[in-house]
Every structure is written in C-alpha cells, then in structure tokens.
C-alpha cells in the first residue's frame, strides 16, 4: 500500500482493477457500495461486506475499495488497520477465539487458553503453519455468565475448560 | 398509525393469549447452548400433542439468570410460574408433559429466589417476558404509548422537564445528568441535529445493554424517538458493537417493523415530526465507546477521541449538535415519561435516582443479570442475590466500572451501590460490571490485567497513555515476577499519577484506576512481592520525594 511514487501507484490500481473485474465478489462489493451511494462515512459498513465476502482485506481489495469511494488508500488503510475485527491476512480454515475479557479470565480462560497454545503451538493472533486453525482473543463477548465463553467457527460454547476445548481442536484435525 | 390502531393492536395481542406459554430465552448466554432447537422442539411437542389453540411457544430475551440457562420459563393460567434450567433440546416433551402434571425431571429453578425477588425491573420489565421479534408484543405490553403522549400532548421542554425531574444520570459510566444533557442539545443552535445510542459496551464483563437490545429493541427505539423530539433532531444512529451480532439482527427487525406501522420515519403518530435510526456497526475497538471516538466511528474514520470542548452536545457528527446516550439510559425514557418523574424519582437515593442493571461475573453462585433499585448495598447484590462464592470460598472485592473502575474489598460489602459512594471508594459506578473475585485470586495479577487491557486499547493519539500504559504495565509484570523493587513501585504510582492527569480522554484518564484501587486496598499483595533494593531505600536524589505520591 505504500506506494512510492506516483507511477508505482497507478499500476497498483491498475493491476487491483484489473484483478477485481475477474472476480464476482467485488461485483456483489460494489452493489454493496451503492446501497451506501458510495458515501464515504460507509466505509466501515463496506470493509465488514468485504471482509464478509472474501475472509479478509487484503491490498486490492483496499485499494479497490478507497477508489470506488473516492478515499486517499491512507484513509482506507489506516480504518482497516485501526480496528481489531478486520484481518488483513488471512485466515484458517477455522477460528477459535478465546474470551479473554474479565469475566472468562477470573474463570479460567487463561488455563485454556495455555492448553489451546501448547497444542497447536502457535501464539494467539497466529494460525497454524496448514492453515487450519486460527487462534485469536476476544475482550468480552458479553456472554459473560456463562464464563469462560470460546467461539468456535462463530458459534458460542459456554464454559468452558482446558479438556473441552482441546476435544473440540481434535475434531478439526 | 394513531392512538386506537395502537390500541387496537395491543388489544387484538391479548385477545389471542392463550392459558398456557412456554417461553424459551433466546439470548446470546442461552442459544450459546441450543435455546433455538429447545424451542422449535417445545412448538413441535405442543403440536403434536394437539396443544396449540392452549399452549404457546413463545421465544424471549434473556431472563437473567444466565450461568443456569437455557431457561424456560412457564406461565399458567392460575398465575403459577414455573422455571427450568440447564435445559437440554431433549427435554422438550418432558416439560410439556408436566403441564398436564406429567413427571419431568428438568431442574426447576425457584422464581421466588432473592436473584428474581430482590430485583426492581423497569428498563428490564419485558426481558424475557415478551418476543423481541415482535413489535405487537411490544404495543400489547403498552409500548410506544409515551412516544404517542409526547408528540401529542407535550412540548419538547416539557419532556426535557420531565427527564431531569426524575433525576435519571446517563448509564455509560460517568452519570451526567440526562435531563441537563437534552437541555444543552435542545438549546444548541442549529437546523440539523442527531441522536446517536451509545451500545459499544466494551467494559468487558458486561452485558446489561448486549440484553436489552437482544430482549426488548424497541424500548431502546422509543427512548431514542423521545430523546429525537424533545432536542429537535430528526436522524439516529445506533452505535452496535460487532461482537453483538444477535443485538444487530433484532435491531433490524425491529426498526422494520417500526417503519412498516409509522412509528419511524415520516409523520409518525400523523404529527408533524419525522425519526429515522441507522445502524452503525462496530468493529472491535475498546476506544470507541468514548463518545467523540464514537462519532468518528460513525462517520467512517478511525475511532480516536478528540479534545472536549467542544462537546457533542455543540458540535457532534459533521459538526452539528449531537445528543449521545448510552443504551440503558434510553430504555429508561419511555417508562419515565409512561409513569412519570415522581414515580421514578420514588425509587433510588437522594443522588442516584431509579435502578440499574448489573452483570454479575465472575467468582459468583449465580451468575446473570440483575436490576436493583440504586443504593441498595453491594452485600446485598453478592451475598444474598449472588449467593456469595461457590466452592465455599470466601469473597475477596468486587470490581466494578471495568478497566475505569476498580475493586472494592469485601470489607466494604456495606456500602450502597450509588454513584457517589463508588467513587468514594476509588472505583466507579461505570456502566455495570460487576466481576466478584474470591480469596483465591491475585490483586497485582488484576491489575496487571486491566493494564494489558488499556495497553492494547490505547488508541495511541496522545503520548501519556500510550507510552504510559505500556511502562506501568512493564512494571506490573516486573512485580508480578518477582523482579521488582520499591523503587519501581514508588515510580508505578508516579506513572499512574501522571497518565491519571494528561491524557486526553477517558481511556488514559482512567486506566491508572485497577492499580491505585488494588494498591489502596492490597497494598500488601504488591510488597509482598518486592525483592530488597541495593541501593537502600529510595531518597538520596531520586526518585524525586516531591512527585512521589503523598
Ligand atoms: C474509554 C471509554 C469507553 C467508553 N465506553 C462506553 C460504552 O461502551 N458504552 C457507553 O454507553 N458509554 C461509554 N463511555 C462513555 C461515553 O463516552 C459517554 O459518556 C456515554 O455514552 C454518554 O451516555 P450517558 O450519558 O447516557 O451515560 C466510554 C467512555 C470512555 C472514556
Ligand atoms: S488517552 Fe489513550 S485512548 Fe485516549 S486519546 Fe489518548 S492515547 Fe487515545
Ligand atoms: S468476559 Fe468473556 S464474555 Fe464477557
Ligand atoms: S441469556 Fe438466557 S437467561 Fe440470559
């Protein structure tokens, strides 16, 4: 995204444009954008459609997206990169986020969240070297009373231990 | 729409109640565990048993009691109400045998119990009672009557009147209050204004506004709509964070609904005033719940707070006079204004007027959501409704007001839960977190937490707490590991001195707060931990005697 010079720049979206109108999910993008009548203050709305449609925001799509609203890449890049809920790798095949928020932690999110690391030995944030697991952090998913909460593949599991969890992962492998 | 085709939906809705109704929560806590399949197999139960012209099965926001869900509960027509916890979709044809005095071994739960009896319910009256996806539900429970007595019968200061008559102060955290709020926006010049509802609820181990919009969205509507004419604004936003998926759905259903029978949008109630709500969806940052980070958010950019004044009240979205409030605060307008100021000023302290929901975490019996008339004391919260610590442990502090807040020992159980009181105690009423910690937990390792909480949060806009945040964390580990000395610990408290003072907003302001309240309170649990300095004691040049704390 740091485009050095002007020409650079330009070939970057030339080539992101190029590699959009290849592809039917930036045309569903842009149906998006146009509901929105390409306002600006959309943006966000429109990156949660992009990172819905493609798993994660990746250069092009970015660069795509800061053209159709008119939006310097600075912009764009600097929403994407300020929220946590938007991925600009991507993904495993499936998430497991540990609810690390009060609640979960004083119950034991900690412990499974140390069993969840040790087996697949990867760090939160990280996905497994196949591409199968991602294992990422939640501060409070407000299902605190049925602390410590995992979300599995974006379905909630209540309380939960360091056994439950790893059984879930087992299914996976 | 007018006021009979309200009624008259709201009397069509009783007249097609049945003797018997099933209801099954369908909140986030309890579908986490199936409460959609419990459901369609109750409906599936009742109809095969030739029960649907007695039974209904109905689905509802949460009920409260959610570390026992999933919950059913029953209504009889004798007026008995039955509850079952932990219920399981196999279940469901035992529960509908024991309507007709069947055996059913599903644990039942006691509605009589302090968790439920102790309780004042006004923002929550519906959770759990009537259908979130259904706006007639909504009307039959006397839902946007006051919306209607306000466009017809009242001048916009006198429902500002009204609103700091009952003495209600904003539910986000800091309790400004809501009347003087709506007087400021109201008298702001200028033709635009907005109505924004803060529903970002980031403190973590809170949930009180995630229920209310998943149980009763329309109560959160009206209070906006209220809120729209009394200041002169014709636009809202509601501000969801994403984790709240479930609160987004119904959200839309329910500004649908609204729509399709007038109750939003052009001419409603056929007056002149016209109300349109847009829903804005977070994308994971702490940050955004403050409010000018909010509306930063809301127009596309990166959610960063910005110095006040001006406040929102003057310049706001796009620069124009903008009334934020926090969910909870609005779904205390339209019973307000229903039952008026003096009722609701009836319950409470001289101070802290009405009730507040609280999310009740942690090291508790029972775990859920509770709504208490202010001042009633924290012991009776944690002990009596809370049921103290499981396992037989004894409780050591109760946090409240999340990563702003701080712990409040058990030797203060006797306090009253009011705005002044709390921060009295060096914590904060904040938004209603409540997490109860027992005698096996590690003061330095909750604050050390809380630190990493605000550390990953910072929005990195003003040095102090970016910089801040990351050093007073360092030192919190550095304690935690043994690794420390007095002197770091004298230089921690000059850090939390200094975050506490310069930063720009709230985040910053508040972050030192988990370790001044621990430090106030445990101050042993951090010396207990400290390795002997080989220099002596701290004195001789530095630190500084002067900055050191007093
Ligand atoms: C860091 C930070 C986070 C906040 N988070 C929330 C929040 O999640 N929900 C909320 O209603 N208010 C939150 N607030 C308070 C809001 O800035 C604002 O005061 C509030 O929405 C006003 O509404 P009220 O007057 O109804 O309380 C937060 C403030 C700060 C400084
Ligand atoms: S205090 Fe922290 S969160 Fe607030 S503006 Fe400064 S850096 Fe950002
Ligand atoms: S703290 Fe984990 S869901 Fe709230
Ligand atoms: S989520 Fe079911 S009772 Fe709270």
């Known amino acids: 995204m740091q485009a050095t010079n002007i020409s650079t720049g330009q070939n970057r979206l030339r080539r992101a444009l190029d590699h959009a109108s290849g592809d039917k999910r930036f045309k569903i993008l842009e149906v998006h954008m146009k509901k929105h009548q390409f306002r600006q203050d959309a943006l966000i709305e429109v990156l949660h459609k992009a990172q819905e449609l493609f798993g994660y925001l990746e250069d092009d799509l970015l660069l795509f997206v800061a053209h159709k609203l008119k939006l310097p890449p600075s912009r764009v890049y600097g929403v994407a990169t300020f929220y946590h809920f938007f991925n600009l790798k991507p993904q495993g095949e499936h998430t497991c986020v540990v609810c690390l928020g009060t609640a979960c932690y004083v119950k034991g999110a900690d412990k499974v969240m140390n069993a969840l690391q040790d087996r697949l030995k990867i760090r939160p944030g990280e996905t497994t070297p196949d591409g199968k697991v991602s294992l990422l952090t939640a501060r409070c998913i407000g299902a605190c009373g049925i602390a410590p909460a995992v979300t599995y593949d974006g379905h909630v599991a209540p309380k939960q231990t360091a056994e439950a969890a790893l059984e879930k992962i087992n299914q996976w492998k | ?550």
């Open chain 2, 1 to 550: 729409m007018q006021l009979d085709d309200l009624n008259a939906i709201a009397e069509k809705e009783k007249a097609a109640a049945k003797k018997v109704c099933l209801r099954t929560c369908m909140s986030a806590g309890c579908m986490s565990s199936q409460a959609d399949v419990i459901n369609k197999n109750l409906d599936a139960e009742v109809k095969a048993r030739g029960l649907e012209g007695e039974v209904e099965v109905r689905r509802v926001g949460c009920m409260g009691f959610c570390g026992q869900g999933p919950l059913v509960g029953v209504d009889h027509d004798d007026g008995r109400h039955e509850l079952f916890e932990f219920v399981k979709p196999e279940d469901a044809p035992a529960i509908v045998n024991s309507l007709k005095g069947g055996p059913c071994d599903v644990q039942r739960g006691d509605p009589q119990h302090p968790f439920f009896a102790k309780q004042v319910k006004i923002v929550r009256a519906n959770g759990g009672i009537i259908d979130p996806e259904s706006i007639e539900d909504y009307i039959a429970a006397g839902g946007y009557q006051a919306l209607h007595q306000v466009l017809t019968e009242m001048k916009p200061a006198e429902v500002i009147e009204e609103i700091t008559k009952s003495g209600l102060r904003g539910r986000g955290g800091a309790g400004y209050p809501t009347g003087l709020k709506w007087g400021t926006v109201a008298k702001s010049p200028g033709g635009k204004k907005y109505v924004v509802c803060n529903g970002d609820e980031g403190d973590p181990g809170a949930f009180m506004d995630r229920s209310v919009l998943e149980s009763d969205p329309h109560l959160v509507l009206e209070g906006m709509a209220i809120a729209a004419y009394a200041v002169g604004a014709d636009q809202g936003f509601l501000y969801v964070r994403a984790e709240y998926p479930l609160a987004i759905s119904r959200l839309q259903i329910a500004i649908k609904q609204a729509k399709q029978l007038g109750l939003l949008g052009g001419g409603i109630f056929e007056t002149p005033f016209i109300f349109n709500v847009d829903i804005r969806i977070g994308a994971g940052a702490f940050v955004c719940g403050e409010e000018t980070a909010l509306m930063a958010s809301v127009e596309g950019k990166r959610g960063t707070p910005r110095p006040r004044p001006p406040f929102p009240a003057e310049s706001g979205l796009w620069g124009c006079p903008t009334l934020i409030n926090n969910v909870e605060t609005f779904a205390n307008i339209a019973p307000i204004i229903g039952r008026g100021a003096d009722w609701y000023a009836s319950f409470g302290t001289e101070k802290s007027k009405g009730t507040k929901v609280f999310a009740l975490t942690g090291k508790i019996t029972n775990n859920g959501l509770i709504e208490v008339p202010m001042g009633i004391p924290l012991r009776q919260i944690v002990e009596e409704m809370g049921g103290g610590a499981p396992d037989g442990r004894k409780i050591k502090s109760v946090q409240t007001g999340g990563p702003s807040g701080g712990c409040i020992p058990a030797d203060f159980l006797d306090t009253p839960v009011d705005y002044e009181s709390l921060t009295k105690l060096g914590s904060i009423m904040g938004s209603g977190g409540m997490v109860v910690m027992d005698d096996t937990t590690n003061m330095v390792e909750i604050a050390r937490f809380y630190m990493e909480f605000c550390m990953d949060e910072s929005c990195g806009k003003c040095i102090p707490c970016r910089a801040g945040t990351v050093q007073m964390h360092h030192l919190l580990e550095k304690i935690a590991q043994r690794k420390a000395t007095l002197r770091d610990l004298i230089k921690l408290e000059e850090l939390c001195d200094m975050v506490k003072n310069t930063s720009l907003c709230g985040l910053g302001q508040t972050a030192p707060n988990p370790v001044l309240s621990t430090l106030k309170f445990f101050r042993k649990e951090y010396e207990d931990l400290l390795q002997p300095d080989q220099f002596g004691p701290p004195g001789n040049g530095q630190p500084n005697p002067q900055s050191a704390p007093k």
